[in-house]
């Protein structure tokens, strides 16, 4: 039998340790005017890498939409990956780079699945919105709603759906079939370009600047929720450094809160 064509592409801004499986692609993001790593760089030919302060890993998103020719796409982070192990396992667990999914799992759960995102948090007290405005720029999760609106009426319902929801799957890690994450980064960088134009983020903070990373968080759910008929699979996200993701997202929200100005 044929393997399937799988690409998981690893964003990363330094030098690190990478899976040794071949279907890992680490990707240089925001490499426009930076030292090159000796990995894929988001730079080549149609590419937003300049846009990288604000859009974050979705620079690497964008270049695969463009330029990337697969059968099944993927997207994680050079500390961040899904496992199917569990957290005893993995704690157990000396060498973490054994525990990231293979080959052979992901074309198992393609076998299952249509789409494979991470396991949703839990937000407790707090929905999407609210989460959003605690932490962000609520006005401009406003212009988004209403973008929605103007470009996409009918995911509009979803969308004030979803903010209400307390639980979402998180750091736009994904894999899916290439056919269909065409079909996502349409509607998403439709939506993210028009927002772009109807926001000044001037004045914000340096990480308040990512803005439409954290905003295309919120919209992959809205996307995967409007689609209803897609078969979801939800699998652990592995962090490879010290602390759980459960800690490392405490921190960045403390952060994130304390420089929010």
């Known amino acids: ?21 071949d279907i890992y692609m680490p990707i240089q993001v925001g490499a426009e005017g930076k030292p090159n790593l000796g990995y894929l760089q988001d730079n080549t030919n149609d590419n937003i890498s300049i846009k990288n302060p604000n859009y974050c890993e979705l620079t690497a998103l964008y270049w695969a939409w463009k330029n990337l020719n697969c059968d099944y796409i993927g997207l994680n982070h050079y500390r961040r990956y899904f496992t199917l192990k569990s957290k005893k396992e993995i704690k157990k667990c000396k060498n973490k780079y054994e525990l990231i999914l293979n ?12 789409i494979i995102v991470s396991q949703y948090i839990n937000l407790y007290t707090k929905n999407i919105e609210s989460k959003y405005k605690q932490q962000h720029y609520i006005s401009d999760l406003k212009v988004t709603e209403s973008v929605i609106e103007k470009l996409y009426p009918e995911y509009l319902e979803c969308y004030k759906q979803t903010m209400k929801k307390h639980k979402m799957f998180i750091c736009n ?12 980064c349409e509607w998403l960088f439709n939506i993210l370009f028009e927002v772009e134009k109807q926001t000044n983020i001037k004045n914000y903070s340096v990480l308040q600047k990512r803005i439409y990373g954290f905003l295309s ?9 409007y689609h209803n008929n897609l078969k979801v699979g939800n699998v652990q996200i592995l962090s490879l450094e010290k602390d759980s993701l459960k800690t490392i997202l405490k921190k960045s929200y403390k952060r994130i809160i304390h420089q929010k100005s």
């Not at 968080?217 to 996307?223: A, F």
């Open 103 to 114: 080959r052979k799992e992901i074309e198992d759960l393609l076998n299952q699945y249509d």
């Open 1 to 21: 039998m044929k393997k399937k064509d799988i690409k998981i592409l690893v964003a990363t801004h330094k030098k690190y340790q990478m899976p040794s499986d």
């Open 173 to 184: 890690m994904f894999i899916m079939p290439k056919k269909l994450f065409n079909e996502y």
């Open 217 to 225: 968080e919120r919209l992959m759910n809205v996307w995967v929720n």
